[in-house]
């Protein structure tokens, strides 16, 4: 199956400071990407959709400011955590397809914890 | 109400037995339908990928859809330990812009 590769899988930071996390689509051009948030024993939540060369597209109640997503090429999405603090830590997953009928695939994830 | 319903669990099960996850939404119009896997602190892993009504069979997994009740079921056969994880369902309207996830659930198979 695809690939997407997510780095880094884990980060502590300091308050105030910037975290950025990468993710790539390995063996195709995601032309979508999206990111999501996860809090312990919850399910998903979609934070903003990113399509190459155009701006992220953010879901309601999310900061754009907070969260810059940048998806400069068919193969890397970035999202940066700009003034992270405590209540930001979580789980951020990522996701690409192809397409909007292709299928969907996730990359590994990332602990972010902010002391 | 939720768009999709799915008991959160856990659920636990010895190893060998059958296992039935179930998710209900509230959508008629959703067309395609999802079965992910996540261990814990990994990202989801695509299982079942369903368009239509009807069943779907993967080695030991079965994917069901009933559009006509609004309801999805993933079957698990002859459980593993290593099927131990949180299943998340997923259903969407028109692909993968609209996806709709699941709480999810977190299942364990005991040897």
């Given at each position: 199956g695809a690939v997407v590769s997510q780095?880094?899988?884990?980060?502590?930071c300091k308050s105030g400071t910037s975290v950025k996390i990468e993710c790539r689509?390995?063996?195709f051009q995601a032309t979508?990407?999206?990111?999501?948030?996860?809090?312990p024993k919850q399910s998903l939540m979609l934070m903003a959709t990113s399509n190459e060369g155009s701006k992220a597209t953010y879901e309601q109640g999310v900061e754009k400011d907070k969260f810059l997503?940048?998806?400069a090429s068919l193969t890397l999405s970035t999202l940066t955590v700009t003034s992270a603090h405590p209540e930001d830590s979580s789980f951020y997953i990522c996701s690409a397809s192809g397409g909007p009928n292709e299928k969907l695939f996730f990359g590994s994830g990332t602990q972010l914890s902010v002391l | 109400q939720k768009e999709v319903e799915q008991d959160p669990g856990p659920l636990s099960v010895p190893e060998g037995a059958i296992v039935s996850l179930n998710c209900t939404y509230s959508n008629s119009a959703f067309q395609y339908f999802m079965w992910y896997r996540q261990y814990s602190r990994k990202g989801p892993e695509l299982l079942m990928y369903t368009y239509s009504s009807g069943n779907k069979e993967d080695g030991r997994f079965t994917?069901?859809?009933?559009?006509?009740?609004?309801y999805i079921s993933l079957f698990?056969?002859?459980?593993?330990?290593?099927?131990?994880a949180t299943y998340l369902c997923a259903m969407s309207l028109l692909g993968n812009n609209d996806m709709r996830f699941g709480a999810g659930t977190r299942l364990t198979v005991k040897p």
């Open positions: 780095h880094p899988s884990w980060v502590i689509s390995l063996d979508t990407m999206f990111w999501y948030r996860q809090f997503i940048n998806h | 994917a069901q859809v009933d559009k006509s009740s609004k698990i056969r002859d459980s593993q330990p290593s099927d131990s």
